[in-house]
């Protein structure tokens, strides 16, 4: 920013005696109602997010119909893979559209706090992934004989916090597109990548060093490795909470990369 | 090229010396001096493109790249304080067509005052709001549905809500029949008699500027000339304020020619 004059229009008063800065829950719930209502009036999306893994879980039961085992691996990682794909979609063209509509705009003329309003989006998508993912667990675990050894809670607890990641993804690289078409685009980019590498395919440990590397750098990993974790063990490994660690780590990390790229002042 | 001798004695709102702002590879406004008086309604007019939607961004403080001073009812335009006190309404509608028009006022009225403690203020204010800009029979209506005009009385409604000391409305009346355009310009000379709040109004159509206290004409990112409607008619001997405009816009093409020809000759 080139602001040469000392008393000119301070882009970033952080000297100032500034109104509150943290969260404001009461900003932040009512944006996510204003997100959930938003998406009241779209109910095919709300349909189509919470059914296709339903779908998509059903079909894979009949397809490895021989082998009970490789469906309790890759259910259990798709349990994991979801929530992180529907939120990072939704999200990246929720925000976009909240950029090319003028209301982000208007919204950070207002004393709005940016981590009020992504938390306001986080907590909305997350009430949505729950649903989506007690579902889809529900569906698999109870119908489709999926054979989880510890908990089905924690099940959840994992897609929750992939549902969070996704939103974070989603929310950082809306910044980096200017359209629709190109937001559609990052999914292939930022989310394919992580699907080849994080072990639904094959186990990490078989890959191709370097490629087993770049799976051990990408926060996907860990979300299936901890689904599968839930799916062996009857109660919480070290290796489980690492990787619930990481995952949520990584989530805060992108919501705050993301928090970033939300500017009050644009050209 | 100013009158400071007819600014009035307390500080004005908006006070601006050496303003300049680029965007992308322009330099949209070119050093601009000027001040915007307490409790008036100023308007800002001029040709498209010249620079009056960025302008008001600038006094907003969603402009990036603003050099020179500015300050906004004492402070650094774009302070964190300033963002309960300014009213501000982009050029196109901002708001959610997926709500409708109720709740994309009850979504930014809770932004801006929020807290259930004040839910009954709120309510009141959106009904308020509603009814000034005359949508109360479209209230429950999504905003995506209504016709042009409707959607940007439903952005103006956003900014008419709280109690703001400086409201910025960017061409609100644009695309509205006589009598609302009317009944609208009563509405700001009563917010600004009643509640002493100060305007800041673009506009195209000059039969509008005849209902301003106070005209900035703007041509090419600079300000051709600042005055009373009366005061400029006077000074250009023009019986309407188009005719003093497009006067002023003569001489000063004339003053560019000779200033460039001028420049040829010595070369
Ligand atoms: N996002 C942008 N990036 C680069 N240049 C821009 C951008 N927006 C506007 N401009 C340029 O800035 C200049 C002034 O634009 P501005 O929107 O302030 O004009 P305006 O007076 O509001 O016009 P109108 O009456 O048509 O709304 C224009 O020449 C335009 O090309
Ligand atoms: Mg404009």
Same mark, same amino acid.
């Given at each position: 920013?080139?602001?040469?004059?000392?008393?000119?229009?301070?882009?970033?008063?952080?000297?100032?005696?500034?109104?509150?800065?943290?969260?404001?829950?009461?900003?932040?719930?009512?944006?996510?109602?204003?997100?959930?209502?938003?998406?009241?009036?779209?109910?095919?999306?709300?349909?189509?997010?919470?059914?296709?893994?339903?779908?998509?879980?059903?079909?894979?039961?009949?397809?490895?119909?021989?082998?009970?085992?490789?469906?309790?691996?890759?259910?259990?990682?798709?349990?994991?893979?979801?929530?992180?794909?529907?939120?990072?979609?939704?999200?990246?063209?929720?925000?976009?559209?909240?950029?090319?509509?003028?209301?982000?705009?208007?919204?950070?003329?207002?004393?709005?706090g940016k981590g009020d309003l992504i938390a306001g989006y986080a907590l909305a998508f997350g009430a949505l992934a729950i649903v989506q993912s007690v579902l889809a667990t529900g569906l698999a675990v109870w119908f489709l004989g999926l054979d989880v050894t510890g908990s089905p809670w924690l099940l959840l607890l994992v897609a929750l916090l992939d549902a969070l990641l996704g939103t974070a993804l989603g929310l950082f690289v809306s910044a980096f597109a200017a359209s629709e078409f190109q937001a559609v685009q990052f999914m292939p980019a930022v989310i394919f990548p992580q699907l080849l590498l994080c072990g639904l395919f094959t186990p990490r440990p078989n890959m191709h060093p370097v490629l087993e590397a770049i799976s051990d750098a990408l926060p996907m990993s860990y979300a299936v490795d901890g689904m599968n974790e839930v799916l062996r063990h009857t109660d919480m490994t070290a290796a489980f909470v690492r990787d619930v660690l990481i995952v949520a780590g990584c989530a805060l990390l992108v919501l705050t990369l993301g928090a970033a790229t939300l500017k009050r002042r644009t050209p | 090229m100013m009158n400071y001798s007819s600014r009035p004695p307390e500080e004005p709102a908006v006070h601006a010396q050496d303003l300049t702002v680029v965007r992308g590879p322009r330099t949209v406004l070119r050093s601009l001096d000027f001040t915007v008086p307490r409790g008036r309604i100023t308007g800002l007019l001029g040709p498209s493109g010249c620079g009056k939607s960025t302008l008001m961004r600038a006094v907003v403080g969603t402009q990036a790249k603003v050099t020179g001073t500015l300050e906004v009812l004492g402070s650094p335009a774009g302070h964190p304080t300033l963002r309960t006190r300014i009213g501000y309404v982009t050029q196109a509608p901002s708001v959610y067509d997926d709500l409708t028009v109720r709740q994309n006022l009850h979504y930014f009225a809770a932004i801006l005052d929020p807290g259930r403690a004040a839910?009954?203020? #709120?309510?009141?204010?959106?009904?308020?709001?509603?009814?000034?800009?005359?949508?109360?029979?479209? /209230?429950?209506?999504?905003?995506?549905?209504?016709?042009?005009?409707?959607?940007?009385?439903?952005?103006?409604?956003?900014?008419?809500?709280?109690?703001?000391?400086?409201?910025?409305?960017?061409?609100?009346?644009?695309?509205?029949?006589?009598?609302?355009?009317?009944?609208?310009?009563?509405?700001?000379?009563?917010?600004?008699?009643?509640?002493?709040?100060?305007?800041?109004?673009?506009?195209?159509?000059?039969?509008?500027?005849? #209902?301003?206290? #106070?005209?900035?004409?703007?041509?090419?990112?600079?300000?051709? /000339?600042?005055?009373?409607?009366?005061?400029?008619?006077?000074?250009?001997?023009?019986?309407?304020?188009?005719?003093?405009?497009?006067?002023?816009?003569?001489?000063?093409?004339?003053?560019?020619?000779?200033?460039?020809?001028?420049?040829?000759?010595?070369?």
């Open positions: 920013m080139s602001t040469t004059h000392p008393t000119t229009a301070a882009p970033t008063a952080t000297a100032a005696p500034a109104p509150p800065r943290a969260l404001n829950l009461s900003r932040t719930t009512a944006t996510a109602a204003r997100v959930l209502r938003q998406l009241r009036h779209d109910p095919r999306t709300i349909a189509l997010m919470v059914l296709i893994p339903c779908v998509m879980l059903l079909l894979l039961r009949y397809v490895f119909d021989g082998s009970a085992r490789v469906f309790d691996t890759i259910g259990a990682s798709l349990l994991g893979i979801f929530p992180l794909i529907t939120m990072f979609l939704v999200t990246s063209i929720a925000t976009l559209r909240e950029r090319t509509s003028g209301t982000l705009e208007r919204l950070l003329a207002m004393p709005l | 839910a009954d203020r #709120r309510h009141e204010n959106v009904t308020r709001a509603i009814a000034d800009v005359d949508l109360t029979t479209h /209230a429950d209506a999504l905003a995506g549905t209504l016709s042009g005009g409707q959607r940007s009385r439903v952005s103006l409604a956003v900014a008419l809500l709280g109690t703001p000391e400086l409201l910025v409305l960017d061409e609100p009346t644009v695309g509205l029949d006589p009598v609302l355009r009317r009944d609208l310009w009563q509405l700001f000379h009563t917010i600004a008699a009643e509640r002493g709040a100060t305007l800041l109004v673009s506009s195209h159509v000059m039969d509008e500027a005849e #209902r301003c206290h #106070r005209l900035l004409l703007m041509r090419a990112g600079e300000i051709l /000339a600042d005055g009373t409607p009366d005061a400029l008619r006077t000074r250009t001997g023009t019986g309407t304020v188009e005719d003093a405009f497009l006067h002023l816009v003569d001489e000063a093409t004339a003053a560019g020619r000779t200033q460039e020809t001028a420049k040829e000759t010595t070369r």
